[in-house]
């Protein structure tokens, strides 16, 4: 049984940063990718990074680029999301998720959701000015 719970959310300060934390069991049955995905009230869930598990190898968003850092420690089971310089447009609920271990890859880890079976609950960020 895969779980993902990620924590690390919570309220800054336009400027500030936060780092997310992804803590994932039942590895056996994930896939090469993992990402992180943000889904801000009335709007769709959209990808903000990604990574191959295994080469470390990472993709990201434009509004991510420069900002955000996408990484893993696989010794600990936990991939992160370090965010810095953040605006008040990055406020959303941030997700977890990870590939199926048979899924196909496509030579990279692009957060595009329908690459991704397992998701977790979610951390709310909020950024104000």
């Known amino acids: 049984q895969v779980q993902l719970v990620e924590s690390g959310g919570g309220s800054v300060q336009s400027g500030g940063s936060l780092r997310l934390s992804c803590a994932v069991s039942?590895?056996?049955?994930?896939?090469?990718?993992m990402a992180w995905f943000r889904q801000a009230p009335g709007n769709e869930r959209e990808g903000v990074a990604g990574i191959n598990v295994r080469d470390g190898s990472t993709n990201y968003a434009d509004s991510a680029k420069g900002r955000f850092t996408i990484s893993r420690d696989n010794a600990k089971n936990t991939l992160y999301l370090q965010m810095n310089s953040l605006k008040p447009e990055d406020t959303a609920m941030y997700y977890c998720a990870a590939s199926y271990y048979s899924a196909i890859y496509y030579g990279n880890c692009a957060p595009s959701k329908g690459r991704y079976t397992y998701w977790g609950q979610g951390t709310q960020v909020t950024v104000s000015s």
């Open positions: 039942g590895y056996t049955y994930i896939g090469r990718c």
